[in-house]
T-cell receptor, first 112, second 115 residues
Framework: GNSVTQMEGPVTLSEEAFLTINCTYT??????LFWYVQYPGEGLQLLLK?????DKGSNKGFEATYRKETTSFHLEKGSVQVSDSAVYFC???????????FGKGTTLSVSS | NAGVTQTPKFQVLKTGQSMTLQCAQD?????MSWYRQDPGMGLRLIHY???????DQGEVPNGYNVSRSTTEDFPLRLLSAAPSQTSVYFC??????????????FGPGTRLTVT
């Protein structure tokens, strides 16, 4: 079945540093890919998505490109802020399209 | 819109007790689901529903029951709680889309401890 692997954290950065969180997937067919963010004490929120190869999702300065040739969907941001400190989850739709499969999450901590 | 609401926010149970975690959404979404979140495990799907009267099992359904009598509500029942069910539970909903592009909206979670 479909699966996703994301880099383990925690990731610790200084404010204004460049961020990359790696995500690779295994899938049959053409799943949609997502990044969700979870702020402390809250539920998950959709950060960005891509539904087909070469699509770039973007939101709040974050970007990720659906790379079919490398089966990857890495999350990037050019200049992180303290307010970006959260747990980030990569996810994809399962083969039947009935559910999301999540990675284990990457904790990002940004200091000023 | 309130979005997805969950009650209670926190709950402590003794082993063997039963309880129902409530979930409601006011967005008229057909699809609803329950996940549990455990440290280092990410989110794992327990049960889901694609409409009133239709439910199906996810990755970790054992020990949990669900029903979907209305579009708005999707309660999760623990019939006999076990310490292994200590977790944070999230309910989510989404409109049924085409092209496998489900975007799920999550509730704030219920933190359950079973002693």
């Amino acid at each position: 079945g479909n699966s996703v692997t994301q880099m383990e954290g925690p990731v610790t950065l200084s404010e204004e540093a460049f961020l990359t969180i790696n995500c690779t997937y295994t899938a049959t067919g053409y799943p949609s890919l997502f990044w969700y963010v979870q702020y402390p004490g809250e539920g998950l929120q959709l950060l960005l998505k891509a539904t087909k190869a070469d699509d770039k999702g973007s939101n709040k300065g974050f970007e990720a490109t659906y790379r079919k040739e490398t089966t990857s969907f890495h999350l990037e941001k050019g200049s992180v802020q303290v307010s970006d400190s959260a747990v980030y989850f990569c996810a994809l739709t399962n083969q039947a399209g009935t559910a999301l499969i999540f990675g284990k999450g990457t904790t990002l901590s940004v200091s000023s | 819109n309130a979005g997805v609401t969950q009650t209670p926010k926190f709950q402590v149970l003794k082993t063997g007790q039963s309880m129902t975690l409530q979930c409601a959404q006011d967005m008229n979404h057909e699809y609803m689901s329950w996940y549990r979140q455990d440290p280092g495990m990410g989110l794992r799907l327990i049960h889901y529903s694609v409409g009133a009267g239709i439910t199906d099992q996810g990755e970790v359904p054992n020990g949990y029951n669900v029903s979907r009598s209305t579009t708005e509500d999707f309660p999760l029942r623990l019939l006999s709680a076990a310490p292994s069910q200590t977790s944070v539970y999230f309910c989510a909903s989404s409109p049924l889309g085409t092209g496998h592009s489900y975007e799920q909206y999550f509730g704030p979670g219920t933190r359950l401890t079973v002693t």
